[in-house]
C-alpha cells in the first residue's frame, strides 16, 4: 500500500508531508480487529553470520546502555486483512536478534513476501486523549534510543510472554494472544490508567528509517479529564522524563511539532488519527 492523497492533505496540515513520504510506509488500513490466528514458539534462526553479526551489535550496545534486556518479542511472519479483519501469524523472536541485525533489515516490506529469517518485531502505539480532548505526549528518558524526541503515549513492543490469555484448567488450556493486552499493559506501564472508554485501530504502519518495524497505530480516549489525568500519569519504570498534553486539534498540534520533534512512526500515528477523527 502507499499513503494517498487524504494522508498527505492531513500531513500536509500538520507539517509532516515530507517525513510522512520518506520515514513511513501504510501496511494496512481500514480493519476494525486483529486476530493472531498463529503464534510459533520456534524462535527466529537466522543464518550464522547474521546471528553472530547481531550478537556482536548487542554487546556493544549494552556496554553504553546498562538498562537494555534481552526481551521477548514477536516478529510478523504473514499478515492477510479480510473484511474488517487483520489476521496475523507471528512468531518468537528476542531483542538482541533485532537490535542486531537492525541495519540489515530493509526499510519498506511487503507483508506478502516476508523473510522469515528476519525480525520483524511486531509494537504498539496510541494517539491517547482525555475525554475533554487533550493529546498525551511524552518525552523519552535518555537511557531510550530516541533521541531527544516525544512520541504519543503509550508505545512499546509486542511481548508474547505477557501479552496473552491463557484459558482453561492446567493441562486443558490454550493461549490466545491478543495485541489489545498489549496496549492496556503499555498504558499501565507508562500512564498509570487501565481503563478505556473508547479504543480504534487506525492502521498498520512501518516506520522505513532507523526502528524498520511495524506497529499497530491505534486512537485511544481514556475516562479523565486533563486535571484528572496530569495527577494520575506516572512512568512505571524509567523511559519518561515528562509529558505534555496538547488539544486534540492540528493546528494546536502543528504548533507543538514546530517546537518538537517526534518519531516517525509518530508522524504516522498523527496522520491517522486526525484522518479517523
Known sequence: MEWEKKHLKVASELGLDQRLIHETQLLA???????IDEFNEAAILPEEELAASANAKWEEKKKSNPYLFDG??????????????????????????????????????DLEHLDPRLPLPLSYG????????????????????LGNQYTTAPS?????????????????????????LNALRESAEELGVTAFS????????????????????????????RDELKKRLRDM?????????????????????????????????????????
Do not use: C
Not at 512499546?156 to 489489545?180: N, W
Open 29 to 35: 488500513d481500514g480493519f476494525k480487529n486483529v486476530v
Open 126 to 145: 496510541a494517539v491517547t486523549l482525555s475525554y475533554d480532548g487533550f493529546i498525551v505526549f511524552a518525552l523519552r528518558s535518555k537511557s531510550i534510543d
Open 156 to 180: 512499546g513492543y509486542f511481548d508474547p510472554d505477557k501479552d496473552r490469555f491463557v484459558i482453561g484448567d492446567p493441562g486443558h488450556h490454550r493461549e490466545v494472544f491478543d495485541p489489545i
Open 237 to 277: 519504570g524509567f523511559e519518561i522524563q515528562k509529558y505534555e498534553m496538547v488539544v486534540n486539534d492540528p493546528l494546536w498540534v502543528e504548533e507543538f511539532l514546530n517546537e518538537n520533534r517526534v518519531t516517525p512512526h509518530d508522524v504516522a500515528k498523527l496522520v491517522l488519527h486526525f484522518l479517523n477523527k
Open 72 to 109: 521477548a518479542l514477536a516478529s510478523i511472519v504473514s499478515a492477510k486483512q479480510v473484511d474488517a479483519n487483520l489476521h496475523l501469524r507471528l512468531r518468537r523472536t528476542r531483542y538482541s536478534l533485532y537490535s542486531g541485525a537492525k541495519s540489515l533489515l530493509p526499510g519498506q516490506i
Open 198 to 225: 473508547e479504543f480504534r485501530w487506525n492502521g498498520l504502519i512501518q516506520e522505513t528509517v532507523d526502528s524498520k518495524q511495524p506497529l499497530f497505530a491505534s486512537t485511544v480516549r481514556l475516562p479523565f479529564s
